[in-house]
């Protein structure tokens, strides 16, 4: 009985998984998911397509709304992510788990500290164990040092030594290297092929071709909540996994001409800026924004550019220096001041600030225009105004939805995000901050936004584009800075020639332009 | 889930905790009904039950048997005057997540102050209440800035701060009437009476209603619900408050003002309660005697959460409490419950209505149900446009 022998190598099996929230998305149908003992298995699919609910059911952050999950041939009720630790399942969150004002050894022993008299926590013990495994797994770490001044790339190796701690024999990694350079991810493919070798199984979450090619063995595809089926990486080619991943050929290049930038709209100069940690996140950065231009700032997350948003933007006030629009200061001005002299925002985080998901799209797209004149009729809402502006933006960002008053939580990823942008690029801005734009919706919203940004700014508007997908940026800017440290690392005047290696290099602070070059960024 | 599924579930919901409540009030009366064996308890509880289910608009006797009350039905109505200001007060809050608890001292100091109006400024009838309870209202507008501005500008609890100055307001009312205002002509203690001219007219016939009290008030305050709902779903400062208590950080992401509008949704609220007692006392009273917070408030919290702060839903609620109300006030009279039973009534509703979760599986289950049909639905649109 071959079938019988082949499925004991099976450490996990998934078998008709299916998963409706609470909000009526249905992220997973009938899926079906097994994992060999001691392979690299990569799960793939764009963003949106099930993966990220299929593994936190399997880490029993979920729990399927019908299915079967079998760990090492016992059928599991996995109620919680303790009970999963308990059956040797861990998971390293693509947003890492870590406590940032605490030491690496602290981090790792956490809730499972060993104890001096049974009481203190034993840091010395901490310390010890933390070196031992670092050794044992060759993954390099740094015991005594706090966790908010280690690099990514050892927050990475930090999060798997906690699961290796707690037991783990299947690690689930998810997209572990949407936060690394090129560097570190050729590093932690090393770790994980140790791993492998000393017989542990891997789940690698991600949609990057090349390296699911490197480093999996068997690769199971996921498109639209379904599984689409499961091959030996050897087997299939990169143009097949994109077909089934997809369904059908993307053009991910953006058109457009060349910019033709007009005058200075955004003036940013020697911002300065020193966190709660006393940490500094900006440090001297200079640059402006012209008419009809895209500037991209491209640059590891964590190294600035959130703070530079917040200061734009007025969530934060800077320490020194002048940032103003068309000529008017902005620093610590009200966000509506900052709105009426044309700024627009699509903030990073949009379910923070984006939206409001218990209200309707049209109520959240008029929420910077509700008291504009065009929209009231004295002390009333005009309605009609406001559902035909709120038809219209629908209509216009092809937003998919029963009708208006649907509400946006209800909405998917990508068309809360085209609910935002409806708003953001319809109030006549002269400036728009686009802050990760992109991240996490599906390919279709994606490719609409951004042809949209680039419609947008050959119109005239500046447009200050910041993300973390190195594609995004190179394929949209005009001009380009990186940041690191803080620091504007580099200044390109043209993407052209750009590739991922010289960024990747400035990413990581390897390289950093002379003063002069990067006094380019400034258009006096 | 589409939009008959969500009603569905709401009704449902309502009526499952309703229910429940009941259910809990009948084991409670079936315990201290009277009685020395198991029928006569059982035959207790069953009087008991009639009474509060169907007392408040029947009058059961021996002679007449079962006959409709205009009556009981009026006084249920006037009842719910002072609720509904007090349940769309909470409402005006609530919706800007603000937990501002002082509709009860509101009340109350509203009601004071009309009646201080009342009584000293010689006014036209007619003109006489409408002034009297504006600045009524006007007086607990301007105190509730007190918990506002302090939880804007220095970020104090609104909801400790309101709930202290309920006792303020009471000790500082009870004092002055203890010491300067009260009428010393009178067995208790109690203010001069009211101008004839601030009185708010009744609305019915006392022929009619043989004796029911119900005065225009109710009008006014039916009027109330109306504005307040137009204020909250038709204008830019009621949807302000809205996405203030949906989403606070968007909003100040959209650019509103969201100091002004959380200040804004207080000393309305703190408006409407204090106008509510102004109405309350000008059309019932004709002089001012309450020595202990009246209760009002507290209601309004709980109507206010039945009525999912939508104002419109607001009258429906207070009837429905002030039924209650009625029901365990004559169940007390006619069957020797305690009236105290109705608190424990609406403690368990507000309990189950408050549980996010009550019956969230049963929710989830047409969730589940709803999204299936869509893919259904999905696919053989699909399947048409390939063929």
Known sequence: MPDERASENY?????????????????????????????????????????????????????????????????????????????????????????????????????????????????????????????KFN????????????????????????????????????????????????ELFVELKNLKNQGYTIVFISHKLNEIMEITDRLTIMRNGRSMGVYNTCDVTKEEISRLMVGRDVVLSVQKDKAVPGDTVLRVRELEYVNEWHKKMLDKVSFDVRKGEILGIAGVEGNGQKELIDMLFSFNVPNSGTATVNGTSILGLPQQRIRELGVSLVPEDRMLYGIAADASIEENVI??????????????????????????????????????????????????????????????????????????????????????????????????????????????????????????????????GLTDEIMGEYMLGLKQQSDQEIRRACHD | MTKQRQLRFTVIRSLVAILIALLVATLLIFISASGATFHDKLEATREAL??????????????????????????????????????????????????????EGGIMLGAFVTAMVAIYLPLPAGLHPVVAVLIGGAAVALVMLLPALLKTKLNVSEMV??????????????????????????GQIMSYPFRGSSAISPIINNAVFSGAKLSWGFVIAIAAVILCGLFMYRSRWGYAIRMI???????????????????????????????????????????????????????????????????????????????????????????????????????????????????????????????????????????????
Not at chain 1, 49 to 71: N, R
Not at chain 1, 114 to 132: H, M, N, Q, W, Y
Not at chain 1, 155 to 162: A, D, H, M, T, W
């Open chain 1, 367 to 496: 929420s910077d225009r509700a008291s504009d004149k065009r929209y009231n009729s004295g002390p009333l809402f005009n309605m009609k105004a406001i559902h035909q502006e709120a038809d219209r933006l629908i209509r216009e960002f092809t937003v998919l939805c029963k009708d208006r008053s649907q509400h946006v939580g209800m909405l998917s990823g990508g068309n809360i995000q085209k609910v935002v942008v409806a708003r953001e690029f319809s109030n006549d801005p002269v400036l728009i901050l686009a802050d990760q734009p992109t991240r996490g919706i599906d390919v279709g919203a994606t490719e609409f936004i951004r042809k949209k940004l680039v419609e947008l700014s050959r119109s005239g508007i500046a447009v200050l584009l910041v993300s973390a997908d190195l594609n995004e940026v190179m394929e949209l800017s005009d001009s380009l800075i990186v940041m690191h440290n803080g620091q504007i690392a580099a200044y390109f005047d043209d993407t052209a």
């Open chain 2, 245 to 387: 208590g949906i989403n606070q950080d968007f909003a100040k992401y959209s650019g509103m003002k969201v100091g002004a509008v959380i200040v804004l949704s207080q000393v309305l609220g703190g408006f409407l309660a204090g106008a509510g007692g102004g109405i309350e006392m000008l059309g019932r009273y004709t002089s001012f005697s309450w020595s202990a917070l009246p209760g009002y408030g507290w209601t309004g919290i709980t109507i206010a959460i039945l009525a999912g702060n939508n104002p419109y839903m607001v009258p429906l609620a207070a009837f429905f409490m002030a039924y209650l109300s009625k029901g365990c006030d004559l169940m007390a009279t006619y069957a020797k419950v305690p009236a105290q039973l109705i608190d424990i009534v609406q403690g368990v509703i507000f309990l189950f209505f408050a549980a996010e979760q009550f019956l969230s599986g049963y929710r989830q289950k047409l969730v589940v149900r709803s999204a299936q049909e869509e893919i259904e639905r999905a696919r053989a649109e699909g399947g048409r446009q390939n063929a």
């Open chain 1, 139 to 186: 993954l390099h770490v740094e015991p005594e040092a706090k966790v908010m001044d280690i690099p990514v790339g050892m927050k990475q190796k930090v999060e798997i030594l906690k699961a290796l701690v707690r037991g783990a024999k299947i690690l689930i990694m998810d997209e572990p290297t949407a936060v690394l350079t090129s560097q570190e991810t050729a």
């Open chain 1, 11 to 135: 450490v996990v099996r998934m078998k008709g998984i299916t998963k409706v929230y609470p909000n009526g998305v249905a992220a997973n149908q009938g899926v079906d998911f097994d994992l060999r003992k001691g392979e690299i298995h990569a799960l793939m699919g764009e963003n949106g397509a099930g993966k990220s609910t299929l593994m936190k059911m399997l880490f029993g952050l979920e729990q399927p709304t019908s299915g079967e999950i079998i760990v090492n041939g016992e059928k599991l009720e996995l109620t919680s992510p303790s009970v999963a630790i308990a059956h040797g399942i861990g998971m390293v969150h693509q947003h890492f788990m870590l406590v940032p004002s605490l030491s690496v050894a602290e981090n790792m022993v956490l809730g499972m500290a060993p104890k001096k008299s049974g009481l203190f926590v034993d840091r010395a013990k901490a310390i010890e164990i933390t070196r031992e495994y670092s050794e």
């Open chain 2, 50 to 103: 009639k009474q509060m289910l169907a007392g408040p608009v029947f009058r059961f006797s021996k002679k007449n048997g079962t006959a409709f009350e205009a009556k009981r039905l009026a006084d249920i109505l006037a009842a719910m005057i002072p609720t509904i200001f007090t349940g769309l007060s909470v409402c005006v809050m609530f919706s800007a997540n603000q937990f501002n608890l002082g509709a």
């Open chain 2, 161 to 186: 701060c309101s709930l202290m100055l309920n006792y303020i307001i009471m000790y500082v009312i009870k004092y002055l009437m203890n010491t300067h205002l009260a009428d010393k002509s009178r």
